[in-house]
Nanobody, 115 residues
Framework: QVQLVESGGGWVQAGGSLRLSCAAS????????MGWFRQAPGLQREFVAS???????NYADSVKGRFTISRDNAKNTVYLQMNSLKPEDTAVYYC?????????WGQGTQVTVSS
């Protein structure tokens, strides 16, 4: 099995920054696309950002220019640097990873942005 462990969530004032991390572990594997999703109370889970094994990135329009996704393939870890945070960024953030045509999800980490 592949396990994803997220860290870095917290409570921050509007305009502040947070850096989320998600490390994959378990049986030997090669990870394809990794990404971040988020879900606010009462809303659907939405795409935030993704990154391929080769480093190509994709962002939701709502976070473009403020968030940066990156990965360290040697550590099987994906990061999400979040700058200029807004109250509407408040959500549970989930990382995912694609391994051998299967998708794995982390447990989620809470990000709360106060005005």
């Amino acid at each position: 099995q592949v396990q994803l462990v997220e860290s870095g969530g917290g409570w921050v004032q509007a305009g502040g920054s947070l850096r989320l991390s998600c490390a994959a572990s378990g049986r030997p594997f090669s990870i394809g696309v990794m990404g971040w999703f988020r879900q606010a109370p009462g809303l659907q889970r939405e795409f935030v950002a993704s990154i391929t094994a080769g480093g190509s990135t994709n962002y939701a329009d709502s976070v473009k220019g403020r968030f940066t996704i990156s990965r360290d393939n040697a550590k099987n870890t994906v990061y999400l640097q979040m700058n200029s945070l807004k109250p509407e960024d408040t959500a549970v953030y989930y990382c995912n990873a694609n391994v051998n045509w299967n998708t794995y999800w982390g447990q989620g980490t809470q990000v709360t942005v106060s005005s």
